[in-house]
C-alpha cells in the first residue's frame, strides 16, 4: 500500500510535468498590467505566478464587480467577457481587461442583471410579505423560483442599480441582539426613499401633462348633442359639417367610418376615408371620415364631429376621445353622446376653457319594454335578438335557419365589410332576424321594431356579470322605426330576463365619472427601466395634476405592456422608444400576439413583415370559420403596421394583403348565408352540444370523468 507521502510526492511529480508551453501561451493572454497590491515574481520562469499576477481568478474578479462567481461565470457566457482558462482548468480573467471593466458602472449593472434572487432578499428590501410578493412576480410576467436582478430592477420601487439593492439587503440582515429594531429602522428609512423617489418622478410627470388652455380657445365653439339613439344628434352634426367644407367625422368603428364616408359621397359630398388599415382618397375632398385614433389635431379643418363620446370613458380607448376633444383646433366641434356623457364633457370643456352649447335630442320614436316575453319560436320579423358571445350568435343563427326563419348575424370578430353586408339585408328586408352581440349598440344604421335580449349576462374579459342599465338603454335603444311604428319594443326571451330587462330599464344609468388619457413618449423617457417596466410605472403614478384628478385617469396599459415584455431591452433599443410605443399600440388581440411578434423582429431587423397564414377558402363548416376570422385578424395587424409611416418600408405587400382579406371577407359572407354547421361539439365524443352550454364537454363526457377521478 502507498504511503501518503508517496501520494504527495506522486502529486507533486503531476504538478511539474504541466506543459510550460501551456502556461506561456495564456500568459501571452493575460497582457502586462499587474494585480493592485500583487509583486510579479522576480523569475521569470516561474509561468504560473506570472499569469496569477497579471490576472483574476474567479473569485477576485467576482469581489471586484460585487456578485457571486456563479452570476460572472453565467455574465462571461452571455456578455462575451475577455477571459480563459489556465492549465489547471480555471477560469481567469486578464487584469488589463477586467480591471476598466469592473470600474464601469454601467457595465458592473450589466453582469449583475445575471444575479439570481431569493424571495426572501425581495421581501426584506419591499418589506413585503410573501403572497404579496407572489402575486406582484405572477403580474409581472415573471416565476417566483428564478428571478434574476435585471428583470426585477426599477420595479415596484426597487433601486435601478444592483449596488444600491445590495446596500438595502445588507441593511436587511440584523444582529441578534438589536435585529427587529433595525429591521424597522430600516424598512421606514427605505419606505421613506422610495415614497420620495416615487413622489419625485410624479411631480415630474405631472410637469409634462399637456397644457389644454390653449391660444385658440376664444375661436372655438363646442356644440354637445346629446340624446338617446334615434333622436337625431348625428344627422344635425353631419349638415352642419357639410355646411362648414372641410373637417373630420370621428368615429370608434371602421364600420361607422365607412357608413359615413359613403353617405357623404352618395350626396355628393367628396369624403376621404382614413381608418388604421385602409386609406381611401377621393379627388377634391376637404373631409374625412376616419377611426379616432388617426385624427389628426393639427390639421382639423373648419368642423370635427366626435361620435359616441361615451367612450371617453373607455379604459381601453378612451385616451383617442381625449385627446381629440382636447387638442382640436377646429372653429367649430360637435360631439355627440348619451346624457350620461353631459356633465364629464362640460367639464372637460370648462378646464381647457372652451365655450360649450348644449343641444339636448328627443327619441324620434317612444320605447318601452315589452309586457311578455317572446320565445325563439314566436319572435317578430324585424327583432334584433342580442346575445353576447359569438359562440351563441352562431348556435342562434343555426337554430332560427332551421326553423325557417332568414337570419343575418353582426358580431365583433366579423370584419366590418361583412358586418356591413349582413346589417343591410336586416335593414333591406332579406332577412327578418339580426342575430348580433353588443357591437349593435354601436356605429350600425339597423332599423328594428324589436329588440330582443337572448341574454342578461355577458362576459367583459374578467368574469361573468349581470348588464350594467347604460347597456340596456344603449343596445336597447336601437328599437323603433321614425315614422313606420310608433314605438319600439325592448324585450327578452324567457320570463325572469324580461324582468330583468325591465328593472335596469327602469334605472338612471350613472354619469361618466372619468376621462382617459394614454403616455407620451416624453412621459416615458422620464420613467427608467425597459419598455413594459415604464408603462406599467406609468400606470400606477396615475400622474394628473391636482385640479384635473376628478375628471381624468390613466388608460389601461395591459395589452401594450404583454407586447412590451415580448421584445428584449435590446430589441428595443433598435427600434428607439418612439417606434417601439408604436408598435405596442398595434391592435392585437390575444390570438394574434405570435403573428405581431413575427412581425416585429422583422421590423427590428429591417425586413419586409410576413404574409398573415393563408385561410381556408371556400368556409365549409365552423371550424373553418373560426381559421378565416383568425386570418383576417392577423392581416388587421399587417395593415395597421403598413400604414404607420415608421413601418410603411417594411409592409410592401399591403396591396396584396388588403386583397386577400377582402376575398376572406367575401368568403365568410357567403358562408353565412349558407346553412353553415357551426355547432359547438364535445372536445371528448363530439357529440353536439346544447345552446347555452358553458363548457367545452358535454355533460356525459364530464360525469365520466368525474367518476374515473372518483
Known sequence: MASAFDKNKANLQLDASVDAEAWQSV??????????????????????????????????AAKLVGVDGQTLRTATQELALDSFLDPRGKLRFPVRTFRPTAAD?????????????????LRGVLGVDLRTLNSSIRQAGLSPKRIVWRDVRGLWDLPHTFAEFNQLRSGEQPSASNGKAKSRRGGRHRKRRQRQARSKLRSRLIDAFPNWRNDWRGQQ??????????SGKTHDALQALKSAGS??????????????????NAEGVACNLLTGEEVIPVEGATITAATIEMFNAHDSGECVIIDEAQMLADADRG????????????????IIGPPTARKLIEVLAAAAELPCELIEHERLAPIAVAEH?????????LTILVAFSRRNVLDLKMTLERMGRAVSVVYGSLPPEVRRRQADRFAEGETEICIATDAVGMGLNLPADVVCFYETEKYDGKSDRRLYPAEVHQIGGRAGRYGIRETGLIAATTKDDIDIIRELYAQQPPELSHARVAPTVDDLTLIP??????????????????????????ADMDERIELAKMLTDDEIKRLGLERALQLVNAPTRKSTRAYWLDCAYMII???QMPLPPAAPVPIKDGGDLDATEACIACADVYLWLSQRKEFADCGDSHYQVREERREWSLSIDQALLLNLNTARRCRTCRARLPSRHRYRICEVCFKRRRNRAA
Not at 365653439?221 to 334615434?230: A, F, K, R, T, V
Not at 316575453?373 to 320579423?381: I, K, N, Q, V
Request: charged residues 25%; glycine residues 6%.
Open 105 to 121: 458602472p454601467d457595465l458592473r449593472e450589466m453582469i449583475a442583471g445575471y444575479v439570481r434572487l431569493r424571495p426572501a432578499d
Open 529 to 554: 427601466g425597459s419598455l413594459a417596466e415604464q408603462l406599467t410605472r406609468w400606470a400606477e403614478l396615475k400622474s394628473i395634476p391636482e385640479e384635473l384628478r376628478a375628471i381624468i385617469t390613466t
Open 605 to 607: 431587423e429591417g425586413h
Open 373 to 381: 316575453h317572446f320565445t325563439l319560436e314566436t319572435l317578430p320579423p
Open 319 to 334: 385616451w383617442a376621445w381625449t385627446r381629440a376633444l382636447m387638442e382640436c383646433a377646429s372653429p367649430e366641434m360637435h
Open 247 to 264: 373637417g373630420w367625422y370621428l368615429a370608434p368603428l371602421r364600420l361607422l367610418a365607412y357608413e359615413i364616408f359613403d353617405r357623404l
Open 221 to 230: 365653439q363646442l356644440y354637445l348633442h346629446i340624446g338617446e339613439p334615434n
Open 27 to 60: 500568459l501571452e493572454l493575460c497582457g502586462d498590467e499587474i494585480r493592485e497590491g500583487i509583486r510579479p515574481p522576480k523569475n521569470k520562469k516561474a509561468l504560473e505566478q506570472q499569469v496569477a499576477a497579471r490576472s483574476y481568478t474567479t473569485k477576485q
